[in-house]
């Protein structure tokens, strides 16, 4: 991206006419949640995600979207890092629907690896 950026220029290293690559580390106070973009439930209205309660229960949640990175997405209101998400909720499924949690870093009969 062209930028233009002013800055001293002490001992004069820039000369007119030469240019340098730059890169801007930037951090941000609160930074927004980034979720899987498999997560996001787009239907007729606004952008949802399917999140699940302590009774693993399917609750649809409102989001509000920042910035689309393709395979991951910036969440900026609607839901926190608290919240149990479904990465990849099937289109059939129900607000209200009970799901059953499966470890996916268990092997056989449930044991951890």
Sequence with gaps: MLTEVRMTNEGELLRPGTYADVKFH??????????PSSALIVRSGEPRVATLGGDNKVRFQIVQLG????????????????????????????DGETVRVVDSRAGKNGEKN
């Design 67 to 94: 910035r689309d990175y393709g395979t991951k997405v910036e969440v900026v209101e609607g839901l926190s890092e608290k919240d149990r998400l479904l990465i990849a909720p099937p289109d059939d499924l129900q």
């Design 26 to 35: 930037l951090t941000h106070k609160d930074p927004p949640l980034l979720i």
